[in-house]
């Protein structure tokens, strides 16, 4: 009989234990989830060598929009889209992934996948015939 309570006693103490531990390996990575997440916001802005626009980044997934703003009445103000589409796979979608890089030149970028490498010419312009995003 008291083998039976002892080791009904240590069964559940095991249990107890590998329960918890369990809970802290989950609490652990939930908080470095969170932590990555409101270290890297969803959507940055971007400077161009132009003072009237920037470039809005889904830093998600690779989509992009020019923003222009204007101080006068007869300005444009607004967003043009210059990348609809996503780079990448909903599932494969992160936080920070997407960063870019201005070059010499001001209507060029460089977007940069952080993940897997792949870059990518980036091209705003006005003229929605002269913007474009093109793998390198």
């Known amino acids: 009989m008291m083998t039976k309570n002892f080791m009904l006693i240590i069964l559940g103490i095991l249990s107890v234990l590998s329960l918890q531990g ?6 652990a990575s939930i908080i470095k989830q969170i932590d ?4 890297s916001p969803i959507y940055r802005l971007f400077s161009t060598d132009n003072y ?7 830093t998600r997934n690779g989509k992009m ?6 101080i006068s009445q007869e300005g444009y103000e607004g967003e043009l889209i210059l990348n609809p589409d996503s780079l990448v796979l ?3 979608e992160v936080n920070g992934r997407f960063t870019l890089y201005p070059t010499k030149n001001t209507y060029n970028f460089i977007l940069l996948d952080q993940i ?8 705003w ?3 929605k015939e002269k913007r474009f995003v093109s793998r390198i």
């Open 90 to 92: 909903t599932t494969e």
């Open 125 to 127: 312009n006005s003229e």
């Open 116 to 123: 897997n490498g792949k870059t990518y010419h980036v091209q």
């Open 36 to 39: 990555k997440q409101v270290e």
């Open 65 to 70: 929009w020019q923003v222009h703003f204007t």
């Open 22 to 27: 369990q809970t802290q390996q989950n609490s």
């Open 52 to 58: 009237w626009t920037f470039i809005k980044l889904d």
